[in-house]
């Protein structure tokens, strides 16, 4: 018998700390995706939030492909995914490709491409888990044959492929291997492997 | 006359939408610190936000070097930086330095140590924001220097320095140039730029 999606979320949330923002203790990476779509509405709002991230010199690097399922580009991308990407993400009713200008408006190489562009995207699953939905992101697509399917310019690299929509409960998965993974604990490196008050030292934080 | 705190605060603020949180909205970067610690609890908190932040392969390849004001980490960072950062950003109570590990555990380049990076930055501002501090992040340092002079390894690549602590009014800055920065409007891209269905289609989101 496989865990109900409240027992998997109860297991996925990291402890508690007084203080920390609860939406960044819950959200994780499910796999396991309800076929409901996600409304316009709140499609909006996630590229909102993701509008107002930082960027170096507000260059605002981020473009994303956003295919709806039903949509060409929602075939498109879930074509592109590798390996055992493909036996969940096609199911998500949101599949967003993260692509990014990597030539800023000099000409020259934009260093801080990738890194905006993950700070957008991340911004996205945030204001994805306040809105009660869901998202995982995915590095394992064929870059090529997604750039050459969806037109997109040399100039532009690429993030994630990010999965989009409301949770389903773990049995709904395609197969064991993917429900193992997705009911086990989430891991994390110690504070102490994080932040350092000098190279080799960790800060103390308590 | 220059403006107050909460009229910046308020220029500054990007304008509601229903249902995105205000945490994005209302998150700027001001350079204009205030003369006062910020706790080591709260900073706790602050990496704890970044300690659950996604990453590919869940690798968390990145390592903040946290420099408190007094501190040697602290002046390294503040010597470090370029230009006109140097006129503001060393008032800061706490400087963080960003870096990422551009090898990954196979002796491999890690294509997204940089986005990894990116998102858990925006973690900490967002944490930040959320404990009413505020967050300005620069690209402009000596990279060569810092590296020397805080020991880290060529496997580590650079994010941002990202200046921490309580903001002060816009009239504490240094100089004209910098209050004017200061009560400048934000500016976006609009959702149309950012959030296509197609390379060159804008989606739908109204």
Not at 25 to 37: E, G, P, T, V
Not at 79 to 91: I, S, T, V, Y
Not at 130 to 143: K, P, S
């Amino acid at each position: 018998m496989t865990m109900s999606t409240e027992e998997v979320n109860n297991l996925k949330h990291a402890p508690a700390l007084e203080g920390v923002l609860p939406l960044f203790l819950d959200r994780w990476s499910s796999r396991a995706f309800a076929d409901r779509d996600v409304s316009r509405a709140d499609l909006k709002r996630i590229f909102e939030a993701a509008r107002w991230a930082p960027s170096s010199g507000n260059a605002q690097p981020w473009r994303f492909i956003v295919g709806v399922k039903g949509s060409e580009t929602h075939a498109k991308i879930a074509w592109a995914l590798a390996g055992f990407n493909k036996d969940w993400a096609p199911k998500a009713p949101v599949l967003i490709l993260g692509t990014t200008n990597a030539v800023n408006s000099r000409g020259a190489a934009n260093a801080y491409a990738m890194y905006d562009l993950g700070a957008a995207a991340v911004c996205i699953t945030l204001q994805a888990e306040a809105l009660g939905l869901v998202t995982h992101q995915m590095g394992g697509f064929d870059r090529e044959a997604v750039r050459k399917e969806l037109g997109i310019p040399e100039s532009y690299v690429f993030g994630s492929v990010m999965a989009l929509g409301y949770q389903d409960e773990p049995a709904a998965l395609a197969n064991d291997d993917l429900i193992s993974r997705e009911t086990a604990p989430r891991t994390r490196k110690p504070l102490s492997e994080i932040a350092y008050s000098a190279w080799d030292q960790p800060a103390v934080l308590d």
